[in-house]
T-cell receptor, first 115, second 117 residues
Framework: KAGVTQTPRYLIKTRGQQVTLSCSPI?????VSWYQQTPGQGLQFLFE???????NKGNFPGRFSGRQFSNSRSEMNVSTLELGDSALYLC??????????????FGPGTRLTVL | DQQVKQNSPSLSVQEGRISILNCDYT??????FLWYKKYPAEGPTFLIS?????DKNEDGRFTVFLNKSAKHLSLHIVPSQPGDSAVYFC????????????????FGQGTILTVHP
């Protein structure tokens, strides 16, 4: 079974631009979560989507948004990019089985550099 | 407010010996705990997990212990191998009343494990 895939793997943008990152979860996984990793803040939760609905949200500004499609694939968007948005963006998927603790499996990440 | 803490930034161990990585948490609502291994510029790889109804879980060379009263968990790797050298993250999540874990993980800052041949 294929793992979580993320595209693109690397991205360079300039301040003020916007960017869209894509994530395809493991087949059958219904929940997709997004995380940002930076040297200073570590791994921080952005948001989680389940059945095309945002189920949880972290403490990030409204410039960060996401969505999930009916096939569970997800995208996240960052508008008006700032230098501090440079980070590794990670997507994780889980089965989200009701009544169970569900492990999250991560993709390889998208390295975003904002110049 | 760091709810999950890994107080040791690094750990150095000889091949064949035991590696013990520690993690403390403050949020009593955390119900499910996971350990991940990560290499630079890659996504974390799931290793092992434990729910709050257990105090120990084993999977091959990896064992996780949970002490709920102390809000402390640890990962034991026995025997340690050079290929285990990586950054190890502890993560925690809450669960709803039905026992379903939420898709929001709170991570510690990581511990760099180096296993010397």
């Amino acid at each position: 079974k294929a793992g979580v895939t993320q595209t693109p793997r690397y991205l360079i943008k300039t301040r003020g631009q916007q960017v869209t990152l894509s994530c395809s979860p493991i087949s059958g996984h219904r929940s997709v979560s997004w995380y940002q990793q930076t040297p200073g803040q570590g791994l921080q939760f952005l948001f989680e989507y389940f059945s095309e609905t945002q189920r949880n949200k972290g403490n990030f500004p409204g410039r960060f948004s996401g969505r999930q499609f009916s096939n569970s694939r997800s995208e996240m968007n960052v508008s008006t990019l700032e230098l501090g948005d440079s980070a590794l963006y990670l997507c994780a998927s889980s089965l989200a089985v009701w009544g169970h603790r569900n492990e999250q499996f991560f993709g390889p990440g998208t390295r975003l550099t904002v110049l | 407010d760091q709810q999950v803490k890994q107080n040791s930034p690094s750990l150095s161990v000889q091949e064949g010996r035991i590696s013990i990585l520690n993690c403390d948490y403050t949020n009593s609502m955390f119900d499910y705990f996971l350990w991940y291994k990560k290499y630079p510029a890659e996504g974390p790889t799931f290793l092992i997990s434990i729910s709050s109804i257990k105090d120990k879980n084993e999977d091959g060379r990896f064992t996780v212990f949970l002490n709920k009263s102390a809000k402390h968990l640890s990962l034991h790797i026995v025997p340690s191998q050079p290929g285990d050298s990586a950054v190890y993250f502890c993560a925690a999540s809450e669960a709803n009343a039905g026992g379903t874990s939420y898709g929001k993980l709170t991570f510690g800052q990581g511990t760099i494990l180096t296993v010397h041949p």
